[in-house]
T-cell receptor
Framework: AQKVTQAQTEISVVEKEDVTLDCVYETRDTTYYLFWYKQPPSGELVFLIRRNSFDEQNEISGRYSWNFQKSTSSFNFTITASQVVDSAVYFCALSEIRGSTLGRLYFGRGTQLTVWP | DAGVTQSPTHLIKTRGQQVTLRCSPKSGHDTVSWYQQALGQGPQFIFQYYEEEERQRGNFPDRFSGHQFPNYSSELNVNALWLGDSALYLC????????????????FGPGTRLTVL
């Protein structure tokens, strides 16, 4: 069975601090995707990044960076120099792949990030 | 390029009533997935539609049903509403068979917030 765990329920930081959101996943599949989504108070889930199970190359995009490690089944997300606008709930998700089709998403419970000015 | 749209934005119903929620996928997408997000929880997968047929279903009772139309838009129907059905209902669209790198992602709409009294 697929499972995504986000152990941090809430994180509070002061603006300009760096913050890392943790994500640990469980799957028996050898082929899968991992995602991070951001959910601001408006409710819409905003796609941030996708990684497939064959690509462990870490990525930096502006103030965002991701650390994918298959050996520890972790897919952590770091915001550098946080800003008030980063305040939101962040979800890590796992997608199964059946053949070449994208299946359902399994979400963690989310981490509420609050950035104080 | 229009994103995923959902209607209505908010809905209030009473126990025992029936409700229909609507979703139009992102332009070019052919697959629609529905998720239920209770307060403080991560989204839970309800079902996925492709070519007007239900491809996958999560652990939801038969009171939850859906439909996909030839133009790929979709409806979620919930019969005999319970208080516990109060939640944010999210629609996501994707391509079943990603043809280009970067298209194998589910994109979400703004959601419909359902309150059952």
């Amino acid at each position: 069975a697929q499972k995504v765990t986000q152990a941090q329920t809430e994180i509070s930081v002061v603006e300009k601090e760096d913050v890392t959101l943790d994500c640990v996943y469980e799957t028996r599949d050898t082929t899968y995707y991992l995602f991070w989504y951001k959910q601001p108070p408006s409710g819409e889930l905003v796609f941030l990044i996708r990684r497939n199970s064959f690509d462990e190359q870490n990525e930096i995009s502006g103030r965002y960076s991701w650390n994918f490690q298959k050996s520890t089944s972790s897919f952590n997300f770091t915001i550098t120099a946080s800003q008030v606008v980063d305040s939101a709930v962040y979800f890590c998700a796992l997608s199964e792949i059946r053949g070449s089709t994208l299946g359902r998403l399994y979400f963690g419970r989310g981490t509420q990030l609050t950035v104080w000015p | 390029d229009a994103g995923v749209t959902q209607s209505p934005t908010h809905l209030i119903k009473t126990r025992g009533q029936q409700v229909t929620l609507r979703c139009s996928p992102k332009s070019g997408h052919d697959t629609v997935s529905w998720y239920q997000q209770a307060l403080g929880q991560g989204p839970q997968f309800i079902f996925q539609y492709y070519e007007e047929e239900e491809r996958q279903r999560g652990n939801f009772p038969d009171r939850f049903s859906g439909h996909q139309f030839p133009n790929y838009s979709s409806e979620l129907n919930v019969n005999a509403l319970w208080l516990g059905d109060s939640a944010l209902y999210l629609c996501a669209s994707s391509l079943l068979l990603p043809r280009l790198r970067g298209t194998d992602t589910q994109y979400f709409g703004p959601g419909t917030r359902l309150t059952v009294l």
